[in-house]
């Protein structure tokens, strides 16, 4: 008999969606909470207006030609219309569900080891940070990827707003968990709120972005509007969405996908090629859009920026 036992990486993808696996072996019980009306419309009905039109906030602002990209760029419906947000579901069409996350009043705290704990209205902070313009590309675990538009500021902005304390070595992003606009935050069984983190060293990376807009308008709410952060080198789901805390941490702390599966999703996460998540391959990356398969790229080909973050650091599991 000659039975083949399939490799991780032989999986096809549809299976691969790693982030919902773990879950979904939990989540049977649960399951029909997640068929509401509302949701089960969303994911059948084809938008007629793009999902950011009417949003507030002015978003325009100049592109940074520093950051330069070899990939087409994804249209604003291709890169709004496809979203991992489990606090509204664990499937990508989770757009529409979403809009129900209200932008404004939005304030954001910072606290923990800072000189002066703050909370600041999402418009006053605007006007404290100059906005630019950076098409990034974008690279989930589960391997698929996109070239997008977002309108921000460099996290940078935001630590010398915050001023941490000498003995703040972690960045800590909470995001928002609103139980009357989430279904997802009734599966009880996730360690809700969602929260990641990163060295105070990465936070202070150019390449280390604060998203308050895309194409040219306000962070639709599917998207993490209206705050969130991206680590345009490391997997996706680093990128919190819909921030309502940054804390300044002595401590790493344990992030959401880490507390549900951490030999899967650890701290560090940077994108490599070469390593393999348990399951699959991460050696190429499938494009939104088009539907390509492309290599994928050390760093997300972000290296020049960022690779120096790492020396000394390679006892860490930096790539998981
Ligand atoms: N609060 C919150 N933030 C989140 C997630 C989430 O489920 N909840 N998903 C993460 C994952 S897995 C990815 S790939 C990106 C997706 O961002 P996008 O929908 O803007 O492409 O958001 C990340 N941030
Ligand atoms: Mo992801």
Known sequence: MNIRIPRGWEIPERLATSESVVMNRRALLGASAMLLPGVAAAQTANAQTAPSDGLP???AAARNPRYRVDRAINTEREATTYNNYYEFGTDKGIWRPAQRLAQRPWRLKLDGLVAHEKTLDIDDLLKQVSLEERVLRFRCVEAWAMTAVYTGFPLSELLRIAEPAAGAKYVVFETAADRAAMPGLRQSWYPWPYKEGCTIEEAAN???FVVTGMY??????????PIRVLFPWKY?????????????SATRPVSYWEQIQGSEYGFWANINPEVPHPRWSQASERLLGSGDRVPTKLFNGYGEFVADLYTGLQQERLWI
């Open 236 to 248: 996706g789901f680093k990128g919190g969405k819909s921030l309502v805390r940054i804390s300044f």
């Open 206 to 208: 150019e390449m280390a």
């Open 216 to 225: 040219g308008k306000p962070c639709p709410p599917q998207n993490g509007g």
């Open 57 to 59: 906030g002015a978003q």
